[in-house]
């Protein structure tokens, strides 16, 4: 049994592997006309899987769009409703600033939005400090949340943005990282609140001083279905951006990063627009797969039953397709085990292809449980033999 299960675990290791290595490599036919940024990405956000992209390993510097991963772990790890100490540290930061100061006091919320609304580098580092107890901790919390998504070309030193390196690397990531980043975003429906709000209006905890932050994101109001996003600009990133829209039953994700720099700052509006309308006019949602696989029973070697029932619990899924692209099934079962096997073992793959590229994958698990053929079960069955005989006389 142990040489037939290590056989087809490999094969399925391989094939995630595969997966992994794979998504980003589901390329769109031609380009959404010509592109300014130098690395840009069209993700399809409820299957994660890429639509087009310019670049999209690439990595780059990314700016204040490294606040929708500050954002993200705040909300995953802290009370919103928690206290903040602005630290001198914090007060220090340049531009942009809420210009908080030292000792001062505020609701972690009340930062939040200024944090994505003004994209405030003071604020991102005081919340830092309180969810993370140091920049470096925090960032700590973010590079661990990156690995967790499988953005595997990501590296975050700090919680704003800012241009910074380290005996580690570069503060950056890919228009495909980022894009994955967003999509777990857009899961939590807090991030989709704060970063929708039009404007925030709140004051420090002693109530010396009150603020107004206004939401700086053109985006929203400059395509229907726009749902969130995030600016950025440093001298090293130029203007990225990364935003998403839902419209028409699709909900996709565009990045762009290194998109000009002064005086260009409209050139990522022109090419986020691009790309979100590549995916609208190009791409319709289709159903592909197989509620339920078919399988022949397995034979089993030296079992105490001769066969044992195989099966993929797999689901139909709903896709986005332009024309020309290609679906197909592909079933790795193995014709025979070895015994003992056991219910739920997992000995084989179903895997999903769009355009050659494997899109989804399911196991091929045991549906009975098979002992081995040993000394006891054949002294039962010698006995249930000669109790069986002499019934009969």
Known sequence: MERYVKKYVKRSLAVLLLLLCSVTAVYAEGEPGDLYARSAVLMDADTGRILFEKNGGEQLPMASTTKIMTLLVTLENADLEGEVAVS?????????????REGERYRLRDLCYSLMLESHNDTAVAIAEHVGGSVEGFASMMNQKARDLGCAHTYFITPNGLDAQDANGVHSTTAADLAKIMRCCMQNEDFLTITREPSWSFADLDGTRSFTVNNKNAFLNMMEG????KTGFTNGAGYCYVGALERDGKRLIAVVLACGWPNHKTWKWSDTRKLMEYGLENYHRETVGEEEIPLEPVRIENGQVDSVGIGAETTIKEVLLKEGDTFRMEILAPDQLGAPVEEGEVVGTVIYYLNEQIFDLFPICVQDTS???????????????????????
């Open 88 to 100: 001198s540290y914090a007060a220090s930061m340049p531009d942009v600033q809420l210009n908080i």
């Open 371 to 393: 002992l081995a053929i040993d000394y006891p079960w054949c002294l039962e069955q010698i006995i249930l033999q000669w109790l069986s005989g002499a019934a009969g006389l």
């Open 226 to 229: 726009a749902l969130t996003g």
